[in-house]
């Protein structure tokens, strides 16, 4: 099983497909990018990032589980191979696209942040802002990569979680002693980093705890220990019908629950920091279990057109949604945006992301053995998604400016009339008085 954040191709063909997942992946995207356009409006849609988290490591590692090669020094270095192949080749597109645009709209913001989007490209992003003191919460950052700092927790994580099984492969010839013996790797292991979480956290300095692999971490071991104890086989298997009442309620009652914490939560809620963020994982991964049971309601869901494509689009959003949110902003959006160019960013999002999909990562889900005769294709892939991009780009920042050119214009023009019309009211006045002398003398 390959499918994880990075990879949602929706594969008819694949009877273990968790298509409740789909749906998943569609509401944590959701919550985050409302997040990050108005967080007054949903201040703990950052929970989203946390259903990412279990999604990615529960598939991830079932993957890595599966993977009987993955045993030897090669079989861990093609592991891991693959999954830079999957994952930075969309995250490179963007920096480059990104730096292309602040080169020409604005270079003042590329010398701030060039730096950002290199620490990103390596998968270290949230270290980098650790080491800068970057306030993730600040809605209205200047930097556009900021928000790379998750995919460096993951890998990282992904990559510890890849050399535990590796060593566990070599070292143990029994599956039952090695699933054992992993997960109480895991458990120990995520004791351990909760309680380091809980002494890490300093109420001046939040986003240490927030960015941290250290203190993230055991996020991604729930999900690779929910790996160990369920299957996409078992979650693929239809329940007695009977069941089903009791599937459907406890999904709709979980959602509900995930949906009011996003709308009650905070930054300022401070025991998420001391581990307190283990909570809402175990609700994510209730959530994954119960929303994946086959012929339940979100599996249904999760069969529609509309959600699929979401759930193949859900990567791309979120790697775009955050640089547009950011370049787009205006010089007088100072505490929230305007909802007159809210539509635009959120076109803008969705057709990057749609391109980003078509023009790479379905591309790169292609598994075959690069030869010189893909340098065409892929060359035309990449063109192909620097043309859309420049023509939205160029398009969004003539029109925009545009806008404000003939906005601050009507504003001059009322100005004028206005002091016409006071210089106009005090003639008649002083002409009225003029008058009124006249008579009286």
Known sequence: MKNDINNNENSNSNSNYLYGLNFLRVLAIIMIVIYHIDPSFLPGGFIGVNLFFIISSYLVTSSLLENKDLYTREGLLNSIKHRLKRILPPIIT??????????????????????????????????????????????????????????????????????IIFILNKKLSNTWKRKQYFQWILLGASIIFIALSYFVFDVHNINRSYYGTDTRIYELFLGAFLATIVNSK????????????????????????????????????????????????????????????????VEKIGKT?????????????????????????????????????????????????????????????????????????????IIGLVAVFIFLFAGYEFSVKADIYNKQMEEKQRILEEKNRIEREKKAIEEAKRKAERKKS
Request: glycine share 6%; hydrophobic share 50%; net charge positive.
């Open 94 to 163: 963007l920096i480059s696209l990104i730096y292309i645009y602040m080169l020409l709209f604005n270079k003042d913001l590329f010398k701030i942040c060039y730096s950002d989007g290199l620490f990103g490209a390596g998968l270290l992003g949230n270290w980098w802002f650790i080491f800068k003191k970057v306030d993730y919460f600040d809605s209205f950052a200047k930097s556009p990569f900021n928000h790379l700092w998750y995919l460096g927790v993951q890998e990282q994580a992904l990559l510890i979680i890849g050399i």
């Open 234 to 297: 078992t979650l693929s298997k239809k329940e007695d019908g009977k069941n089903y009442i009791f599937i459907n309620l406890f999904s709709i009652l979980l959602i509900g629950i995930f949906i009011f914490l996003s709308f009650n939560l905070s930054k300022f809620s401070f025991w998420l920091y001391k581990g307190g963020f283990f909570l809402i994982d175990l609700l994510c991964s209730l959530l994954l279990i119960n929303s994946c049971k086959a012929g339940g309601v």
């Open 305 to 381: 057109k509309v959600i699929s494509l979401g759930a193949k689009i859900s990567f791309g959003v979120y790697l775009w949604h955050y640089p547009i949110l950011i370049l787009t902003r205006l010089p007088f959006e100072v505490k929230q945006m305007e909802p007159n160019y809210l539509l635009i960013r959120l076109a803008l999002i969705i057709i990057m992301a749609i391109s980003s999909y078509i023009f790479v990562e379905k591309f790169n889900k292609i598994n075959y053995r690069f030869h010189p005769s893909k340098l065409k294709s892929f060359a035309f892939r």
